[in-house]
């Protein structure tokens, strides 16, 4: 009877996996989360990025304040330095695990407002991140554009966590082709949906997955891809931070929390941030 019952179990888990592995289907009609509801729309000529719907949210540590969209044009030979920042944080069952964190690229461009591009996990209203479901088809994927008020003030003013703002080192011709080659990838999700996957397609390799295809071999495998947490150090490894020092003095003079709560309702606060860091 044991032994049925086992077997029963097993062959349900099976069917299981299989239907969220090979049946389910990505899509983009569903009712999303506060902020995950509008993608961006992308139109590319050349070297002309067009992006309808940059999410301009506004949050207070009690939450949202504001949500407005804008709509911005890049021009990608104006872009003149590529940020890289980490956000770690604590999430069950993985307490006090180091390899826990959310990565994002932030593009300054000449004579605008820098631009951040954030990828996410595209949760349904009332639903939150679960790194196990995270591997089950549970979440689509979204890549948000983004102003840094939004994105990294929501970090650190709501959520309250530290972030580490690296300016990166390297060809600024690589930095355009990484730009164009994320607003592609971006605006095929609007067509085509795909799953957020915690160990395949997350925050972290999902960015790697686009720099290779702008500099073939530039990322390779390595842990940071699985664990977001260590990827600071494996860009600080790979050459892509400036080593006048140490990593940990890297990562010192590299933490942002306080400066942005400081400053996020500044007319000039991606200026403000930046004098502040210093950067080499």
Same mark, same amino acid.
């Given at each position: 009877?044991?032994?049925?019952?086992?077997?029963?179990?097993?062959? !349900?888990?099976?069917?299981?996996?299989?239907?969220?592995?090979?049946?389910?289907?990505?899509?983009?009609?569903?009712?999303?989360?506060?902020?995950?509801?509008? !993608?961006?729309?992308?139109?590319?000529?050349?070297?002309?990025?067009?992006?309808?719907?940059?999410?301009?949210?506004?949050?207070?540590?009690?939450?949202?304040?504001?949500?407005?969209?804008?709509?911005?044009?890049?021009?990608?030979?104006?872009?003149?330095?590529?940020?890289?920042?980490?956000?770690?944080?604590?999430?069950?069952?993985? =307490? %006090?695990?180091?390899?826990?964190?959310?990565? =994002?690229?932030?593009?300054?461009?000449?004579?605008?407002? @820098?631009? &951040?591009?954030?990828?996410?996990?595209?949760?349904?209203? %009332?639903? %939150?991140?679960?790194?196990?479901?995270?591997?089950?088809?549970?979440?689509?994927?979204?890549?948000?554009?983004?102003?840094?008020?939004?994105?990294?003030?929501?970090?650190?003013? !709501?959520?309250?966590?530290?972030?580490?703002? /690296?300016?990166?080192?390297?060809?600024?011709?690589?930095?355009?082709?990484?730009? !164009?080659?994320?607003?592609?990838?971006?605006?095929?999700?609007?067509?085509?949906?795909?799953? =957020?996957?915690?160990?395949? $397609?997350?925050?972290?390799?999902?960015?790697?997955?686009? &720099?290779?295809?702008?500099?073939?071999?530039?990322? @390779?495998?390595?842990?940071?891809?699985?664990?977001?947490? /260590?990827?600071?150090?494996?860009?600080?490894?790979?050459?892509?931070?400036?080593?006048?020092?140490?990593?940990?003095?890297?990562?010192?003079?590299?933490?942002?929390?306080?400066?942005?709560?400081?400053?996020?309702? $500044? @007319?000039?606060?991606?200026?403000?941030?930046?004098?502040?860091?210093?950067?080499?």
């Amino acid at each position: 009877m044991l032994r049925r019952l086992i077997a029963a179990i097993a062959a !349900l888990a099976c069917l299981w996996l299989a239907y969220r592995w090979f049946i389910l289907q990505p899509t983009n009609q569903r009712d999303w989360e506060y902020g995950l509801a509008t !993608l961006p729309h992308i139109t590319i000529s050349g070297d002309l990025v067009d992006v309808q719907h940059v999410r301009d949210f506004r949050w207070s540590a009690d939450g949202p304040r504001s949500s407005d969209y804008v709509d911005r044009a890049f021009d990608v030979q104006r872009l003149e330095r590529v940020w890289f920042v980490e956000e770690p944080f604590t999430i069950a069952p993985l =307490y %006090g695990f180091a390899g826990v964190a959310h990565t =994002y690229f932030v593009f300054d461009f000449a004579d605008q407002s @820098p631009v &951040a591009v954030s990828v996410e996990s595209r949760r349904t209203r %009332g639903q %939150g991140y679960d790194p196990i479901l995270g591997l089950f088809n549970e979440y689509e994927l979204m890549y948000i554009w983004g102003t840094e008020q939004d994105l990294t003030g929501r970090r650190a003013v !709501l959520e309250k966590n530290q972030l580490y703002m /690296y300016p990166l080192v390297g060809s600024l011709d690589a930095a355009r082709r990484l730009f !164009l080659d994320l607003a592609v990838v971006s605006r095929d999700l609007e067509t085509q949906p795909r799953f =957020y996957n915690t160990l395949t $397609s997350n925050c972290t390799n999902e960015l790697a997955k686009v &720099a290779n295809s702008a500099q073939p071999g530039s990322i @390779p495998p390595n842990i940071a891809l699985v664990f977001p947490g /260590y990827a600071a150090k494996e860009l600080y490894d790979l050459g892509f931070m400036a080593h006048d020092a140490p990593f940990e003095r890297v990562r010192q003079r590299s933490a942002i929390t306080a400066a942005v709560t400081a400053t996020i309702d $500044s @007319p000039d606060f991606s200026q403000q941030l930046r004098q502040r860091l210093q950067a080499p």
